[in-house]
């Protein structure tokens, strides 16, 4: 029986683990998309620019500064809260992220679209800089609460889609 539990913890491990980091990418790429694509011109160009601006910053967060170690700092930071902070941290903000995403949507504020697609990008941002900086296993924690958080919220309540428009009017009419 040892040797069928090694090869399980191993599929876990080595196989299924990144295919749930890499589909929580896909998912917020999936409602990054859906954001981007349902207007077009200059609110499309907004909503591509607050896109990318994270993804610019991690460029930069990269390279290592005087000599300091790549994701020293954010090292420090996921390793000083205890397991359970991180989960519960990761909790809320996987209801929070899809919270926002519902209530921003539902508003004609082109700048509320522009602003949740920043806050996606950035946690999608972050994701990336710990993959890259070899600090995910101190993120593992805080990534199971997001994902049971964002997980129950989407089940209970569905995902944030821009095509929930309201019902009474929209902000492109003259009036």
Same mark, same amino acid.
């Given at each position: ?17 990144? *295919?749930?980091? $890499? ?9 990054? /998309?859906?954001? +981007? !694509?349902?207007? %077009? #011109? ?57 919270? *926002?995403?519902? $209530? ?9 679209? /522009?602003?949740? +697609? !920043?806050?996606? %990008? #950035? ?53």
């Amino acid at each position: 029986m040892g040797g069928v539990g090694t090869v399980l913890r191993w599929i876990f491990t080595n196989l299924l683990y990144p *295919l749930l980091v $890499l589909s929580v990418f896909l998912f917020i790429a999936a409602v990054i /998309a859906d954001f +981007v !694509l349902a207007v %077009s #011109g200059d609110r499309r160009i907004r909503r591509l620019v607050a896109a990318a601006l994270p993804l610019t910053v991690v460029v930069f967060a990269l390279v290592p500064m005087g000599g300091q170690e790549k994701g020293d700092s954010v090292q420090e930071l996921l390793t000083f809260a205890m397991p359970w902070m991180r989960f519960a941290v990761g909790f809320v903000m996987g209801i929070i992220g899809l919270l *926002l995403g519902r $209530l921003l949507a539902k508003r004609d504020s082109e700048i509320g679209a /522009a602003m949740y +697609v !920043l806050f996606l %990008s #950035g946690v999608a941002s972050f994701m990336l800089y710990c993959l890259v900086a070899g600090v995910l296993d101190s993120l593992h924690i805080f990534l199971l609460g997001m994902v049971l958080g964002g997980g129950l919220y989407v089940v209970f309540r569905g995902a944030p889609s821009l095509r929930q428009r309201p019902t009474g009017g929209s902000s492109d009419s003259a009036t």
